[in-house]
């Protein structure tokens, strides 16, 4: 079983920067697709940013250009670099995990494993 836990939200004023973490224990970290999702008030799901266990990366539209995933596989954590952030970032970000897996993945369902969130707030 696979415990992933995220860390780093918070509150900050719009253009600042976040990192947020997450921990995948319990599994084969090196070995699996890692993704960041969030959910705002009222909205659905959607995706932010995933990387695969080589590396390779893809980001939504809205994030491209201020976002970066990253991985440590030595720490079992990939971490979302947030940079130029907007008040429409406000939102959980949820971290996920797909064990054994070979690229990346963008949808909810290709994911296995998820954190329980943090709670990342821009005020304007």
């Known amino acids: 079983q696979v415990q992933v836990v995220e860390s780093g939200g918070g509150l900050v004023q719009a253009g600042g920067s976040l990192r947020l973490s997450c921990v995948a224990s319990?599994?084969?970290?090196?070995?699996?697709?890692m993704g960041w999702f969030r959910q705002a008030p009222g909205k659905e799901r959607e995706f932010v940013a995933a990387?695969?266990?080589?590396?390779?990366?893809t980001y939504a539209d809205s994030v491209k250009g201020r976002f970066t995933i990253s991985r440590d596989n030595a720490k079992n954590t990939v971490y979302l670099e947030m940079n130029s952030l907007k008040p429409e970032d406000t939102a959980v970000y949820l971290c996920?995990?797909?064990?054994?897996?070979?690229?990346?993945?963008?949808?909810?369902?290709?994911?296995?494993?998820w954190g329980q969130g943090t709670q990342v707030t821009i005020s304007s």
């Open positions: 990387m695969s266990r080589r590396g390779t990366t």
């Open positions: 996920a995990a797909r064990p054994s897996a070979v690229g990346y993945y963008t949808r909810s369902e290709d994911y296995k494993y």
């Open positions: 319990g599994g084969t970290f090196s070995s699996s697709a």
